[in-house]
Nanobody
Framework: QVQLVESGGGLVQPGGSLRLSCAAS????????MGWYRQAPGKQRELVAA???????NYADSVKGRFTISRDNAKNTVYLQMNSLKPEDTAVYYC??????????????????????WGQGTQVTVSS
């Protein structure tokens, strides 16, 4: 069973920085895409940044130039470096992992893809 565990959230003043980490555990051969989403009170969950196993990245316009996503494939871990934080960045940040190659057993062992796993979320609050 794949699990995602996030860490690194907290309270920071405007203009400050935080680094989020998300580690995937379980029997994993590879993870295609990993990303960060956020959900502010009263708003829909939105993509913040995503990265493929090959290193291609995608960012929301609101965080371009301030946030950097990276990953360590050997550790199945994704990071989000957040700089120049603004009050509007306040939200619960969720880690996502998609298209995960895992071993499964039926009558014998075989490889299978699993999709769309989420972490429990970590609160980021930007306030003076």
């Amino acid at each position: 069973q794949v699990q995602l565990v996030e860490s690194g959230g907290g309270l920071v003043q405007p203009g400050g920085s935080l680094r989020l980490s998300c580690a995937a555990s379980g029997s994993i051969f590879s993870i295609n895409a990993m990303g960060w989403y956020r959900q502010a009170p009263g708003k829909q969950r939105e993509l913040v940044a995503a990265i493929t196993s090959g290193g291609s990245t995608n960012y929301a316009d609101s965080v371009k130039g301030r946030f950097t996503i990276s990953r360590d494939n050997a550790k199945n871990t994704v990071y989000l470096q957040m700089n120049s934080l603004k009050p509007e960045d306040t939200a619960v940040y969720y880690c996502n992992a998609d298209k995960i190659l895992v071993p499964k057993y039926g009558s014998s062992w075989y490889d299978s893809y699993e999709y769309d796993y989420w972490g429990q979320g970590t609160q980021v609050t930007v306030s003076s």
